[in-house]
């Protein structure tokens, strides 16, 4: 049962374009989410995260944003540059310390 | 600071034998997680280990496990391999909870 989900499998944006990517998750008692990159050939790298009790965090061209009552989350980029191009996953936390990932949204900026 | 490593990268088993993967988190870091990436589930989490004892455990068959020894490397042991093992393995440690750092994955293929 996948509780934490990314339904788009694929974007593409303009370089300097903003690029939205989004996940969904079932669970209400995650307390905390985070958004990572991956390039091929490497493991995942961590982007930004971001704590049930808020609703936004900004960390330069990235920001998330936590919509609870949709169980949603979001992340912005802002302007997109080419070297965004990656597969992000969405992760999630519960009380218990286990982390739940979606299945990655691939995103191409083109130059 | 090193980053973390994962032997082998690339590994080719035959269905019914067993496979150990290795990992060894970056320095300081005590917690060590396991996951397995495959392309229609995403990374789904299959344990964590804290001071050499399992602190977590995902819904994974018993012929997965792992153990992690006293300078904080971890190894993950598959029995009995299914072609449906083959995937992405993906080895993470941190020294907090919230922040992963993972390693480049060890991809085992099963014949």
């Known amino acids: 049962d996948q509780q934490v989900k990314q339904n788009s499998p694929s974007l593409s944006v303009q370089e300097g374009r903003i690029s939205i990517l989004n996940c969904d998750y079932t669970n209400s008692m995650f307390d905390y989410f985070l958004w990572y990159k991956k390039y091929p050939a490497e493991g995942p790298t961590f982007l930004i995260s971001i704590s049930s009790i808020k609703d936004k965090n900004e960390d330069g061209r990235f920001t998330v944003f936590l919509n609870k009552s949709a169980k949603h989350l979001s992340l912005h980029i802002v302007p997109s540059q080419p070297g965004d191009s990656a597969v992000y996953f969405c992760a999630a936390k519960n009380s218990g310390n286990q982390f739940y990932f979606g299945t990655g949204t691939s995103l191409t900026v083109i130059p | 600071k090193a980053g973390v490593t994962q032997t082998p990268r690339y590994l080719i088993k035959t269905r019914g034998q067993q496979v150990t993967l290795s990992c060894s988190p970056i320095s300081g870091h005590r917690s060590v997680s396991w996951y397995q990436q495959t392309p229609g589930q995403g990374l789904q989490f299959l344990f964590e280990y804290f001071s050499e004892t399992q602190r977590n455990k995902g819904n994974f068959p018993g012929r997965f496990s792992g153990r992690q020894f006293s300078n904080s490397r971890s190894e993950m042991n598959v029995s009995t391999l299914e072609l449906g093992d083959s995937a992405l393995y993906l080895c993470?440690?941190?020294?907090?909870?919230?922040?992963?750092?993972f390693g480049p994955g060890t991809r085992l293929t099963v014949t």
């Open positions: 993470a440690s941190s020294l907090d909870i919230y922040e992963q750092y």
